[in-house]
């Protein structure tokens, strides 16, 4: 399925009800040239949160135009919208005397944008162009929460080949060093998350240097371990593991390493072992494959709240908007927190 076809499915799926996406980082002419661009899209109502007349400094020396009736909303305005405020307010403001206190979150868009979701203000948020994975992550977690039923927030990147190939990569921004219960639950999360974006079924492939017992070590019993558990996560869906990577994706050296697998050969749900192997191979094949990757995709919130490289450019801006969308349309977290709960 390639960009363009994912993209009307995402169209389709957001048709008729258009879903309000904050962005907080107005002050960056790549998420100001998305605004723009998402203005003039179905299904997707852009919020930038900052000054008007700062947003217009900048798309002016962008050369950006900027349609009207664009939303630019102060920070103060926002927070000013019912419930906003207390949900800013309610969330855990001091988790060490180095921490922020309550006036300087209600002055940082981020928080603020975490807050209109979470009071149900907007649909999602999106934010990660100029700030840290980390504080993107932390803003969702203090103020949106933890969705029902999961343990942990995890990523997956959407990866659409040239040749129209899909993927999810997970876990590419999260969690370093996954032990097997939070591999499991990356398993879970990253086939949901396929599954509603692509409308294929998941195949997931638990991937490792070892392919169903050819190497001894720790991190491949880790591996095994999660296939194991992963029969109470991913009830409906297809897995298999340890596989290496090539048996996972290339028929012919599955039918030589793992034959008789459901998966190898077929997977298009790569959960990696550990945060390095995952966040190398999916910008390996950004760069030098061609592939579009779309994410992280943050998963297990009880709202939708998405992570932007700080490579990225306004097309890959653009398409994380619209899959916040979609996934908030559809409730994903609480689809991937509730698999096998």
């Not at 932390?138 to 040749?163: E, H, N, Q, Y």
């Not at 190497?215 to 290496?244: C, I, K, M, N, Y």
Request: proline letters at 6%; one cysteine or more; glycine letters at 12%.
């Amino acid at each position: 399925m390639t960009l363009a076809e994912l993209e009307d499915r995402w169209e389709r799926e957001l048709a008729g009800e258009p879903v309000t996406v904050v962005l907080p980082e107005s002050g960056d002419p790549r998420v100001i040239a998305a605004a723009a661009r998402l203005a003039h899209l179905e299904g997707v109502i852009p919020m930038l949160v900052g000054n008007p007349t700062d947003v217009s400094r900048v798309a002016g020396e962008a050369g950006v135009g900027l349609p009207a009736g664009l939303s630019i909303v102060e920070p103060e305005d926002l927070l000013a919208e019912a419930g906003v405020r207390s949900a800013l307010e309610g969330t855990v403001l001091s988790h060490g005397s180095g921490d922020p206190g309550s006036a300087a979150l209600e002055s940082d868009p981020l928080y603020v944008a975490a807050a209109a979701v979470a009071a149900g203000y907007a649909g999602a948020a999106v934010a990660g162009a100029t700030r840290p994975s980390g504080e993107v992550i932390r803003a969702g977690i203090r103020v949106i929460g933890l969705a029902a039923g999961s343990r942990w927030v995890t990523s997956c990147f959407l990866m659409v080949m040239p040749d129209g190939r899909a993927f999810c990569f997970g876990d590419c921004a999260v969690i370093p060093e996954p032990d097997a219960a939070q591999l499991a639950e990356i398993a879970s999360a990253s086939a949901a998350t396929f599954e509603v974006l692509t409308g294929e079924a998941a195949r997931v492939a638990f991937l490792s240097f070892s392919t169903k017992g050819s190497a001894v070590h720790p991190r491949v019993e880790v591996v095994r371990s999660a296939t194991r558990l992963a029969a109470e996560r991913l009830e409906g869906v297809v897995f298999d593991g340890e596989l290496q990577a090539d048996a996972a994706l290339a028929p012919g050296v599955a039918a030589i390493k793992a034959p008789g697998s459901p998966v190898a050969g077929l997977a298009n749900v790569l959960v990696f072992p550990d945060l390095g192997s995952g966040n190398i191979a999916y910008k390996l094949a950004e760069r030098l494959a061609g592939a579009r990757a779309i994410g992280p995709v943050i998963q297990g919130l009880a709202g939708s709240m998405h992570d932007l490289s700080r490579g990225a450019g306004v097309e890959e801006v653009v398409s994380m908007v619209r899959v916040a969308a979609v996934l908030a349309r559809r409730r994903v977290p609480a689809l991937a927190a509730g698999a096998g709960s």
